[in-house]
């Protein structure tokens, strides 16, 4: 079982910026993902990584301020997230799909079977 554990979240002003983390127990030979939940609205899909860096943006509306990177060599995928707004509040969760499995499915796919506790993103304004 993988375990995923996020951390980077914090409470920042409009206009910030945050970069968060997840850090993976095992080497990462997956799909994996950023999801976020805003309180009362289901969760939505940020966008997906390929293990070679192959992007699959699930918000097109985010694209512009939200980056998903991996490395590799740190089990470690990444979210930077600027010019943060007040809707961005909500918790930020990342998920992976079962190891060797490199195709990012859809943002609703139960496919991602690996998910992270999540971490607490507040954007004020």
């Known amino acids: 079982q993988v375990q995923l554990v996020e951390s980077g979240g914090g409470s920042v002003q409009a206009g910030g910026s945050l970069r968060l983390s997840c850090v993976a127990s095992?080497?990462?030979?997956?799909?994996m993902a950023w999801f976020r939940q805003a309180p009362g609205k289901p969760r939505e899909g940020i966008a997906a990584?390929?293990?070679?860096?192959?992007?699959?943006p699930y918000a097109n509306s985010l694209k512009g301020r939200f980056t998903i990177s991996r490395n590799l060599d740190k089990n470690t995928v990444y979210l930077q997230m600027n010019d943060l707004e007040p809707d961005d509040t909500g918790i930020y969760y990342c998920?992976?799909?079962?190891?060797?499995?490199?195709?990012?499915?859809?943002?609703?796919?139960?496919?991602?079977?690996?998910w992270g506790q999540g971490t607490q993103v507040t954007v004020s304004s």
């Open positions: 998920a992976g799909t079962r190891q060797g499995y490199w195709i990012c499915p859809s943002s609703d796919s139960d496919d991602f079977i690996h």
């Open positions: 990584i390929k293990p070679l860096g192959d992007v699959t």
């Open positions: 095992t080497y990462l030979n997956n799909c």
